[in-house]
């Protein structure tokens, strides 16, 4: 079973989360990673806004060769309300369950959401890492904070996203000539490395097989391991995978 720390209870109210938020933030840590990983995981949440039923997922790859190794879905019910800039109280209860049910412990961590690109600097992904004690980082569809010039049309291309003078992230080219995505830094890497994983993650690069994988050359914007764990609570959703939840 896969562990991490209890930090706090998560029966708080809108107002005593943004002062959890203050005070954890002066805990987050940014720099190189320690060790390079071999395993890489991702984890996304499904769910309706203003339902309180809870579709979590995790699926960890091998970094190597981008095979998965295992996966974890629940399904559950969110302890805190739709607050944007609060949806870590309402997310990582569910993805901390799933989470205690893998058998593989993964080196580094990416959410399908931000890290230090948030108000607070302190996103799911940096939220999260301080509870799992693990490097994290953040690869949204969409921008929370911070601005950006238009990065290079070519995969690999990358501009700092500015919020309020610090920069916060990166708007990452994954794919020629196709938006970029958001990546930040959530805990215990730095904003280089987790760029390196985003683009390192790309099926199509890698030519692996038919297993969730694109072919050679036709890779997705979005990186494999919350491509496949997005694919993965959908199904939950759809209750097309009984085996992870009972």
């Given at each position: 079973m896969a562990h991490y720390l209890q930090l706090h209870d998560w029966n708080v109210s809108p107002a005593e989360a943004v002062a959890l938020q203050k005070q954890?933030?002066?805990?987050?840590?940014?720099?190189?990673?320690a060790t390079p990983p071999k395993t890489i995981a991702g984890c996304d949440i499904s769910f309706n806004k203003f339902e309180e039923t809870v579709y979590a997922g995790i699926v960890v790859?091998?970094?190597e060769t981008l095979?998965?190794?295992e996966e974890a879905?629940?399904?559950?019910?969110?302890?805190?309300?739709?607050?944007?800039?609060?949806?870590?109280?309402?997310e990582i209860?569910?993805?901390?369950e799933a989470w205690s049910k893998l058998k593989t412990e993964p080196d580094v961590v990416m959410f399908d959401g931000h890290g230090t690109a948030h108000p607070r600097r302190i996103g799911i992904a940096s939220h999260a890492g301080l509870f799992l004690n693990r490097p994290t980082?953040?690869?949204?569809?969409?921008?929370?904070v911070g601005k950006y010039e238009e990065p290079a049309p070519e995969r690999g291309s990358w501009s700092p996203m500015l919020h309020y003078g610090d920069v916060v992230g990166a708007?990452?080219?994954?794919?020629?000539?196709?938006?970029?995505?958001?990546?930040?830094?959530?805990?215990?890497?730095?904003?280089e490395t987790a760029i390196a994983l985003t683009l390192a993650c790309d099926g199509g690069r890698r030519g692996v097989g038919p297993h969730g994988i694109a072919p050679r050359g036709v890779g997705y914007r979005i990186p494999?391991?919350?491509?496949?764990?997005?694919?993965?609570?959908?199904?939950?959703?759809?209750g097309e995978r009984p085996d992870l939840t009972t």
């Open positions: 954890l933030r002066s805990q987050i840590r940014i720099g190189p990673i790859l091998n970094l095979e998965t190794i879905g629940v399904i559950s019910t969110a302890p805190f309300p739709y607050i944007p800039g609060l949806l870590s109280f309402r209860p569910s993805l901390l980082f953040g690869c949204g569809k969409s921008v929370l708007a990452l080219r994954t794919k020629n000539k196709v938006n970029p995505v958001y990546v930040s830094p959530g805990h215990l890497i730095d904003l494999e391991p919350t491509r496949r764990t997005h694919n993965l609570v959908n199904a939950l959703r759809k």
